[in-house]
């Protein structure tokens, strides 16, 4: 038996993975690493919990009688830490969310960050690494922090999964990362699969040491104090999407905190981000397209008004939207947090008649929904794809979502993936694909 950990935002999720079958049984939950969001926009983890909780786990599995083969991982992507020759952190997790900017408190000295690192690169080397420039990819907020004086020299970077997992295996040297896992920082040449020299020199990263890529589910170390083997980790987007066993022939759309919409692609599409995927594949996708981050922000403001807690809010929003045939004229921009969407949400054309958190709801579902099918037509302008895939709790358990899905892609079919162990059950298929413990399949 083989562990599957999917190490997200707030919690640790645990399945039993059966090589042979490439299925996955009992999952569990484990509590995580609460972030630390700082007024000055960082966002970060503390490496050392999260490190000891992942092995606090694997350790009382093995202590109550489990015969563990090895261990698969996944995990949230876009977040970065550097440790030292001896493989100790030196710096914090910084997660996905990060938006520090060292010369954002300084009126005079202030300058747009994203700027700062366009004009670095240039169009050509975004276009190569992804296409992807935000705050929060790591060649963005390593740009920031180093340009606030965070040290490189010396210095191996990591992403949140391949440190878990290089350190698991007692590797300080000699470190892996899987590609899919990466190309997340925004310093990979994604069509070539290596590291994307030009942009380490560009942004000042030239002295960091870098972990090798690899393409396929490799070793990278066994445990010290088990001899149990450790897989390099996969990026979570692209697990999942095996694992829900995503077709050529249609369209991804995950809805959960955040949102994403992909295909499978051999080469990148116009004006869209290119991530890595299995197989000598790509992904051409959307990402950071506000969903349940933002539905909660609706939802907690209703509740500190009405003296509730979120989750008897939620409660009320969601019973009371089934007696809604169509929201009322009211426009909701949901954009509430820092997006390629925008940064600052609007709500307009209140009324007394639906000025109420039921409404606002709805109708910034509806907004979510119309940049679904905006972007549908940019991954798909032939329209030679029939079928979207949906999965993510938002948009198969809430009966609005769906019945507001299949009516906006009435001319596809629209398949529901109602399990949420999806970034696990990728795990098990890579699993078996590769035969690990035998002879990889040919």
């Given amino acids: 038996m083989f562990l599957a950990i999917d190490i997200g935002g707030t919690y640790l999720k645990i399945g039993h993975c059966d090589v042979g079958t490439g299925t996955i049984t009992n999952v569990t939950r484990r509590g995580g690493v609460e972030p630390l969001i700082g007024l000055d926009g960082k966002a970060e983890l503390d490496p050392v919990e999260l490190l000891a909780k992942v092995r606090l786990a694997v350790r009382e599995i093995v202590a109550g009688g489990e015969v563990v083969d090895g261990v698969l991982l996944t995990g949230q992507m876009h977040s970065w830490v550097l440790t030292n020759v001896r493989g100790t952190p030196v710096s914090p997790i910084v997660t996905w969310r990060d938006t520090y900017n060292d010369l954002a408190d300084n009126s005079e000295d202030s300058e747009d960050l994203l700027t700062s690192v366009s004009e670095c690169l240039g169009n050509h080397l975004i276009e190569s690494s992804g296409n992807e420039l935000r705050h929060g990819i790591p060649a963005v907020s390593l740009f920031a922090r180093t340009r606030g004086g965070l040290s490189t020299q010396g210095r191996t970077l990591h992403t949140l999964t391949s440190f878990v997992a290089n350190q698991l295996a007692g590797q300080s040297n000699n470190c892996l990362i899987h590609l899919t896992d990466a190309a997340a920082l925004g310093l990979v040449a994604v069509e070539h699969g290596n590291w994307n020299r030009e942009i380490i020199y560009r942004l000042g990263l030239q002295q960091l040491s870098l972990p090798t890529i690899v393409d396929e589910l490799t070793e990278v170390g066994r445990m010290p104090e088990f001899g149990i083997p450790v897989y390099v980790a996969i990026g979570d987007q692209q697990s999942a999407l095996l694992g829900f066993k995503l077709r050529r022939s249609e369209i991804s759309l995950n809805i959960a905190t955040g949102s994403q919409i992909s295909r499978i692609v051999d080469s990148p599409l116009a004006n869209c981000q290119t991530r890595p995927y299995f197989r000598n594949q790509l992904l051409a996708t959307f990402t950071h397209i506000p969903a349940g981050r933002a539905l909660n922000t609706i939802i907690g403001g209703f509740a500190r008004f009405s003296g509730m807690d979120d989750k ?81 709790g938002l948009g198969t358990r809430i009966p609005y979502f769906r019945r507001r899905l299949t009516e906006t892609f009435s001319n596809r079919e629209v398949r529901f993936f109602d399990g949420d162990d999806a970034s696990l059950s990728g795990l098990a298929i890579l699993a078996y694909e590769y035969q690990i413990g035998s002879q990889k399949k040919k």
Wanted: with cysteine; glycine share 4%; hydrophobic share 35%.
């Fill in 312 to 392: 008897d809010a939620w409660s009320k929003v969601l019973y009371r939207i089934n007696e809604i045939q169509s929201p009322q004229k009211l426009s909701v921009v949901p954009t509430f947090f820092q997006s390629p969407h925008g940064s600052a949400g609007t709500i307009s054309g209140l009324t007394e008649s639906n000025f109420n958190a039921e409404e606002i709801f709805l109708s910034a579902i509806e907004w979510i929904i119309k940049t679904y099918s905006q972007c549908v037509e940019k991954l798909d302008p032939d329209r030679s794809i029939r079928s979207i895939a949906v999965t993510g």
